[in-house]
C-alpha cells in the first residue's frame, strides 16, 4: 500500500521566517495531494491542495510544490504568523475502484511560530 | 453549509466494554470514511463507504471494531470489546463524487475515547 513519510516532526521558526515541510510517498499512481492543518483539539482542515498534473500551486502566504519523478511534494509558508503554529499533515490520495480514492496521511509536522 | 456532525465529543471507558460513535456527514456528500487518530500520528483510514457499500475496510480490525451506513446517510461505528490501544480519536469524514471536489474530504471535529 502507499507509504507517506513526512518531515520534519516538529519546526520552530521565528514569526515572520519562511517554514517547510517536506513529504515523500511511494505509489506512482498516487495524483492528488492535500495539505491539512489540525490545530489542538479540533479538527483536521484542508488549508491547500495539488493535482499530479500541476508542478506547484499558491495560495496568498502558502505554496506546495510537487516533484512526480521524485514523488516528493512540499508546502511552503512564508512570513509566518502566530496562528499558524499547529499540526500540518501531508497526504497522498489515489484512485482504489468505482471511482473512489483512498487518501493516506503522514506522520505530521508541530509547528510552532516563536513571537 | 453544515459540516459533518459527531457524537459524543468525549468518551470515557473500561477495557472490555462497548462503545459506539455517530456522524452524519454533509448533505450530498456520497463517500463516508472512518479514521482512527492516536496521539501524535496522522489519522488513519478505518473504513469508507459508498452510499450504503463497503469500498475499503482492510484496515478495520474486523474481531472488535464494525461500521455500518445503511440508509447511505448516517454511519455508525463500533468497538467490542474496547482494548487500551483504541484510545485515540475517531474521525469521520465526507466527500462528494462531483469533478474536482471529489477529492476533498471534509472534517468532523471527532469523538475523544480513552480506555481505562
Known amino acids: 500500500g502507499e507509504n507517506v513519510e513526512q518531515h520534519p516532526s516538529t519546526l520552530s521558526v521565528q514569526e515572520g521566517d519562511s517554514a517547510v515541510i517536506k513529504c515523500t510517498y511511494s505509489d506512482s499512481a498516487s495524483n492528488y495531494f492535500p495539505w491539512y492543518k489540525q490545530e489542538l483539539g479540533k479538527r483536521p482542515q484542508l488549508i491547500i491542495d495539488?493535482?499530479?498534473?500541476?508542478g506547484e500551486k499558491k495560495d496568498q502566504r502558502i505554496a506546495v510544490t510537487l516533484n512526480k519523478t521524485a514523488k516528493h511534494f512540499s508546502l511552503h509558508i512564508t512570513e509566518t504568523q502566530p496562528e499558524d503554529s499547529a499540526v500540518y499533515f501531508c497526504a497522498a490520495s489515489k484512485l482504489i475502484d468505482f471511482g473512489n480514492e483512498k487518501l493516506t496521511f503522514g506522520t505530521g509536522t508541530r509547528l510552532t511560530i516563536i513571537p | 453549509e453544515a459540516g459533518v456532525a459527531q457524537s459524543p465529543r468525549y468518551k470515557i471507558i473500561e477495557k472490555r466494554q462497548s462503545v459506539a460513535f455517530w456522524c452524519n456527514p454533509i448533505?450530498?456528500?456520497?463517500?463516508l470514511y472512518w479514521y482512527q487518530q492516536i496521539l501524535g500520528q496522522g489519522p488513519k483510514l478505518l473504513i469508507q463507504?459508498?452510499?450504503?457499500?463497503?469500498?475499503?475496510d482492510s484496515q478495520l480490525p474486523k474481531d472488535r471494531f464494525s461500521a455500518e451506513r445503511l440508509k447511505g446517510v448516517d454511519s455508525t461505528l463500533k468497538i467490542q470489546p474496547a482494548k487500551l490501544e483504541d484510545s485515540a480519536v475517531y474521525l469521520c469524514?465526507?466527500?462528494?463524487?462531483?469533478?474536482?471536489?471529489?477529492?476533498?474530504?471534509?472534517f468532523g471535529a471527532g469523538t475523544r475515547l480513552s480506555v481505562l
Open positions: 469524514a465526507s466527500s462528494m463524487r462531483v469533478g474536482e471536489a471529489k477529492n476533498i474530504q471534509y
Open positions: 495539488i493535482r499530479s498534473n500541476v
Open positions: 463507504f459508498q452510499n450504503n457499500g463497503v469500498v475499503d
Open positions: 448533505s450530498g456528500h456520497a463517500t
